[in-house]
C-alpha cells in the first residue's frame, strides 16, 4: 500500500475587517488542547492550503455544504505546488458560550477519489464585537495539519496538528 503524504493549512480571519483571529493553549481542560476565539453572529474567511495540491471535491461545515473558491492566479493560488481555496464560515445563529464551556466546530472535507478527512476546530464564542477576550492569547496565523493517505483507505490520517 502506498502512503501519500500532504499539509493542510487553514488560516482563519474576519470577513469584513481581515482581523486575525486568536487562540490559546487549554492544556487538558477540554476535549482538545486549543481554543479557537470568535465572536458570535460575525462572518469569517476561512482558507484551505493543501500542499501539494489536492483537488477538495466539498466541504462542510457544522453539517452545512459551503461553496469554495479556488484563490486566483499568485502567491496563494498555487505556489509550491499547493492549492488555496476560500470560503466564509458565519457563526450567526451559534450562541456565545458560557464561562468555561467550548463549542466544536466540525470541518469535513471531502477531496479527490471520495477521500474524506475530518478537523475539529475547539472554539469559545464571545458576543458580537466583543474584543478584548475575544483577541487575548496568541494570533492565529495558521493551524498547520501534516496528513497521509493510504491508496486502500478512503479517509485522511493526521500524524501531527500545529498552531501558529
Known sequence: ???????????????????????????QRFEHAHTVKLN???D????????????IDK???????????????GEEADAADGRTYTTTFTTVGIEQCKSGKRREV????????GVYMKV???CKLYPVGETSHASWGNTLNAFEIDC??????NYVTVTKEKYL
Open 1 to 27: 500500500m502506498a502512503t501519500r503524504k500532504f499539509k493542510l493549512t487553514l488560516r482563519v480571519s474576519g470577513r469584513e475587517d481581515g482581523r486575525p483571529v486568536h487562540f490559546k493553549q487549554d492544556g
Open 40 to 42: 458570535a453572529s460575525t
Open 44 to 55: 469569517y474567511e476561512m482558507k484551505f492550503t493543501i500542499k501539494p495540491a489536492i483537488h
Open 59 to 73: 466541504l462542510m461545515i457544522n453539517g452545512e455544504l459551503h461553496k469554495m473558491e479556488v484563490c486566483g492566479l
Open 106 to 113: 466540525l470541518i469535513v472535507l471531502e477531496l479527490e477519489n
Open 120 to 122: 475539529i476546530l475547539q
Open 148 to 153: 497521509s493517505l493510504t491508496t486502500a483507505h
